[in-house]
């Protein structure tokens, strides 16, 4: 085993277009529904967690593996969340595999050195940064399906508890088995169209210097920024402070209600 193409479907009840992956995938209702996968760019399977399928001891173990190469569109996304599942279930993220306790405390997601991004691939190339837009652009045959976004607010969102829905919160499979079944076609589909990705682009490689990038990029990302919680506490009083101050102040020499309001400030001016 060489590489493994994967692309995920999950349920978390963060915004993830509010939060990001890392607040997403730290939620206690994060979940992995779908894990689709190929392996040195063969069959692709799809593994139903959402009802109890397990992935293979052989994909698994390759996960962790850093000697095997992770693809996936906006990867990023991919190697947090499963980082998020494979911590669940009690796995070592240890990316040094040397035991040592700044490895095993601190290591919280997977070395990003094994992960190769094909949303970044197609970036070098001037493509679009999503899968269905570079999909279209190179024209490939199997595109991806145009039912995901009404899939994915269905089943991998909240939904607003109606006298329909039993009041419910979630949608699951049992839900809408027809849905489902066309979830996990959509899963499927975009796997092969990654996959696509890479073999339309094998003859424009991504130079080694930028994978470096790519790494380093990710490892910041993943190790986060050092703040002063105190300073920043204080400043945010501060600021509130003074924006009261400063309103009171307008307030008293225009006299107007909302000195933020651009229609009553021109007619004050």
């Given amino acids: 085993m060489n590489d493994i193409s994967i692309d995920i479907e999950t349920y978390s009840d963060v915004n993830l277009a509010k939060c990001g992956v890392y607040k997403y995938a730290e939620s206690p209702n994060f979940e992995i529904l779908l894990f689709g996968y190929a392996v040195d760019g063969g069959k692709v399977s799809v593994i139903d967690l959402a009802q109890g399928e397990k992935i293979p001891p052989e994909i698994f173990d390759a996960l962790t593996d850093d000697s095997v190469i992770k693809w996936a569109f906006n990867a990023n996304f991919e190697r947090i969340c499963l980082s998020s599942y494979l911590a669940d279930l009690g796995v070592s993220l240890d990316p040094f595999h040397d035991n040592h306790l700044l490895s095993t405390e601190m290591a919280q997601f997977l070395n990003p050195e094994s992960w190769r991004c094909s949303m970044i691939w197609s970036a070098t190339m001037g493509l679009p940064l999503s899968l269905e837009g570079v999909g279209s652009v190179l024209g490939l045959e199997k595109q991806k399906l145009t039912e995901g976004k009404e899939l994915i607010k269905y089943f991998c969102q909240p939904c607003t508890p109606t ?3 039993g009041g419910r919160t979630r949608n699951l499979p049992s839900d809408a088995p027809d849905k489902w079944t066309l979830f996990k076609k ?3 589909r975009d796997v092969e169209t990654e996959m696509g990705i890479k073999a339309r682009l094998a003859k424009f490689p991504v130079s080694g210097s930028v994978w470096d990038e790519y790494h380093i990029d990710q490892e910041i990302n ?4 050092r703040l002063d919680i105190n300073l920043v506490e204080k400043a945010i009083k501060m600021d509130a402070r003074s ?3 400063l309103t009171a102040t307008i307030k008293k ?4 209600d909302n000195p933020n309001s651009v229609q009553q400030m021109k007619q004050w001016l």
Avoid: F
Wanted: proline residues 0%; glycine residues 12%.
């Fill in 163 to 165: 006298k329909a829905n």
């Fill in 186 to 188: 959509y899963n499927r």
């Fill in 222 to 225: 993943d190790r986060g920024v």
């Fill in 243 to 245: 924006r009261g101050e």
């Fill in 253 to 256: 020499i225009t006299s107007l």
